[in-house]
């Protein structure tokens, strides 16, 4: 076993007290920036403004043509509303529907989205709009990145997910048959917009799913959001503003200030992973349905917390904390049952391992988090059982 | 009409008389540096040492796993070659041939060396050898690209055109059904090797090819190198390495100083794609089949050459001249016969295009290029006739 960069225990400011602005209805906004040089870009957060940041995009970005890929219920509820503020602006818009799914991250959807860029007349000048969760970000965001060597991206994302983890860094890419996220690139978008408003239609169970992110923001980098946002789990399901925008603009901040520190996924940037290697193994044996991402994350944290308490790393109580907090938000603790030899090959074709080593993030406590070379065997010792 | 960025007319050494170093054996080996900040690299240049090569690779990427992508004819006759070098550092290589062929270039096909990668074995510390042409270049460089985000790429090109053009820059691409290099990245390599010694079992029909991008570098931006390799055009062909070392390093000189003043294709590098609109009707007519990829540029150029001297951008004589020579080196210089019609809906699909006109690069004289923004009937004039 072999250590590797510590990090994590900055103290966060409580949220709640974050500086604000109000907009002209009274309503509050929040911004993230997230420092990258000159792919810099800054994370806004509202509420109800949707059209706004449709006129917002035009604004930034420059182009007079869009690509708006999003999934079914999205197109039917937001896309309208982003539209007329696109074409306030005097854009072009091109709305793509795409199945929703993980299932959709694929190569053979990727090259529909290239016809359909193409059907739309579009070029180097022209951006893609990706309004939705995870999927969209990732399939528009890589289509994106790669359709004439790369065009223009921005993220409207509408989950909870999307918004604290996927929609920021720049990951983009699809799965393939043999694993997730297999295939992709580093595509800074140019702009992130948030409107908490569109969470009200996302069903409890992706609710859920979303906070097992934000969770992971805190336990693996701010003990004092860790405090601030363990009583208010209850509130964040309900969408209580006054604790959703917040957690959001800390939840965000916590990944800028990472991504920031590690664009390319050096070092700092995998302990963004805490919690993947087992969710990963999960996602892959249930060919990516069944289980929401969010969900395989919080039984992978579980995980990696009793392993890190196991091998020395984390103190005692770690993981029960940390397991009763995903309970409160609704989500799984536990791995399905699965012969170790499954989950075994399952997480040898990560693409975080390194020679017959595997990058596993491993937790110091609540609030710190560092990566560990680990072979398979110590990750999953024998006798362990799903 | 509007005018963009000048630049060309800048005087070269005489190649023949450039710096060189003798290795143990006598034999003349010349580095050309492609200065691009931390993803800077050298392109090398000797004879008879594709054995040095995978030991240098070995040496400069620090991986222990290696995808070799390559052709059948060049599979059988030069990557064995290679492969002792790199097993002689201890590496493990896996050969993936792919079909020779522009057709190759495909979603398709990018999806079966994913494939391939993981049953290699591969992870984030390996890397990708591309061993040919400019095909299993593009192909096997975007496959690196995209690979977990991104993998370690070298270049070991052994035809003249990958060695003066495609392997030096980063573009890595793929072709849609609907035009050429649509779907791509811009991925610089660790290193390119070149060993002149393998252009001996290149047909003579791909010499010539090749020599069209030779030609377009010193068309664009070298004069002097131009009055040189004009007398020297049949020694090239023979192979006579008195004239192919130093023209190729000269050849790969002025890519890498467009390069490295451009590495993103902001402008001046556009002026690499002289000749290279019809050029990319052709070949989209042709179905990327029946015409190599330098025939169709030697075309582009010739056609370029005679709208720019039309358009009053060069003096008249500057077609001519570039036709005569790109005639000696058994190049076509006359389009396939089709309606107007046929290519102006080609060149519009171009990715080159910025609204409706297109960034066409016009010579201004021998050694000279600019790009200017044209629409399409101003390069193709009613009444003209392929």
Known sequence: MKNEKRA?????????????RLT???RMRRNVPVALAERSYEVEIGQDWLETIGRRIVDRVGSDRFALVTVPPVARRHAPILTRGLKARGAHVRRIVVPD???????????KLYDRFLDA??????????LGGGVVGDLGGFAAATF?????????????????????????????????????????????????????????????????????????WDAGFFDWLEPRIEAFLRLDPKVVIPALERGCGIKAEIVARDEREGGLRRLLNFGHTLAHAIEAHANFRGILHGEAVAIGMVFAAERSEALGF???????????VLERAGLPTRPPSRPRRAYLSAIAVD?????????????RGIGRAQTALLAPREILPPGWKA
């Open 24 to 26: 002209g209805r009274g």
């Open 314 to 324: 984390a103190p005692a109580g770690t993981r029960s904390r940390l397991e009763s």
């Open 121 to 130: 007349g579009m070029d180097r000048q022209s951006a893609v709009i990706s």
């Open 101 to 111: 799914g993980d299932a959709t991250k694929n190569l053979t959807e990727l090259g």
């Open 8 to 20: 994590g225990g900055r103290r966060g400011a409580d949220p709640s007290s974050g500086s604000s």
């Open 351 to 363: 693409k975080k391992k390194e020679g017959s080593r595997i990058h596993f993030v491993v937790s």
């Open 148 to 220: 004439l060597r790369g065009i223009s991206f921005v993220q409207v994302p509408t989950t909870v997910l999307a918004m604290v983890d996927a929609s920021i860094g720049g990951k983009t890419g699809v799965n393939l048959p043999r694993g997730k996220n297999l295939v992709g690139a580093f595509h800074q978008p140019r702009g992130v917009y948030l409107d908490v408003a569109t969470l009200r239609s996302l069903p409890p169970r992706q609710r859920s799913a979303g906070m097992a992110e934000l969770i992971k923001a805190a336990a693996i």
